[in-house]
Structure formats: C-alpha cells, structure tokens
C-alpha cells in the first residue's frame, strides 16, 4: 500500500512562490505516475499537473502552465511542484495522488478518477 504525505503549502502574497512535496511510502513510486490536484469548497478536485513515472513526460492544467513545475525524484520517493507567480485564485486545498503504471513511460489522463492512491492535502493560500 502507498502512502502520500504533502507538504510546503502556507500562506503566500500574490507573485509569491512555494514549493510543494509530495512523499510516499510502504514501496517505491518508479511504478507510479504522480498527479497534482487542488479543490475548493464546494468545487471539483482539479487536475493541475501529472508526470508519468520515468519522467518523460509532464502535463499542466492552462490555468498553471508556464507558473508551475512539477519534477519528481525517484530515489528520494517523492514529487516536487514548484509553483510561481501565484495569484488568488491558487487558493486551494492542493493534493497528490498516486496511480500504478504497467511500464514506467505510460501516459495516464491527469483526471482524479484514475488515481487510486491520495495523501490528505496541504492548504495554499494566496492573500495579500
């Protein structure tokens, strides 16, 4: 069983920077791609950014692209997302999730359903 344990999420002024980690344990993720989501009260759990396992590949959502990173480091077990510029409405409750893939360069849809494994969540509050 995978466990994700998020951190690094506070409160930022807008323009602000944070960097997010997502950590795993109970076995390696060189088997899983990782996802990054964030909701809102009352709203859907969105789909932000996802990298497949062997990091060949990288999707970000048109409302962070080109602000945030997401980068993941398989022998420290855990998944970075840089996050720039940040504004207001990055408000959220941000987490990551974890789906078991057959081979390390599978591409998976960066949609909550197709991800079986999720850590608990950290708050990101962007406010002046």
């Known amino acids: 069983q995978l466990q994700l344990v998020e951190s690094g999420g506070g409160l930022v002024q807008p323009g602000g920077s944070l960097r997010l980690s997502c950590v795993a344990s109970g076995r390696g993720i060189d088997y899983y791609a990782i996802g990054w989501f964030r909701q809102a009260p009352g709203k859907e759990r969105e789909g932000i950014s996802c990298i497949n396992a062997d990091s060949s590949n990288t999707y970000y959502s048109d409302s962070v692209k080109g602000r945030f990173t997401i980068s993941r480091d398989n022998a420290k077990n855990t998944v970075y997302l840089q996050m720039n510029n940040l504004k207001p409405e990055d408000t959220d409750v941000y987490f990551c999730?974890?789906?078991?893939?057959?081979?390390?360069?599978?591409?998976?849809?960066?949609?909550?359903?197709?991800?079986?494994?999720w850590g608990h969540g950290t708050q990101v509050t962007v406010s002046s």
């Open positions: 999730a974890a789906v078991r893939v057959l081979r390390p360069a599978t591409l998976v849809s960066c949609s909550p359903p197709v991800f079986s494994s």
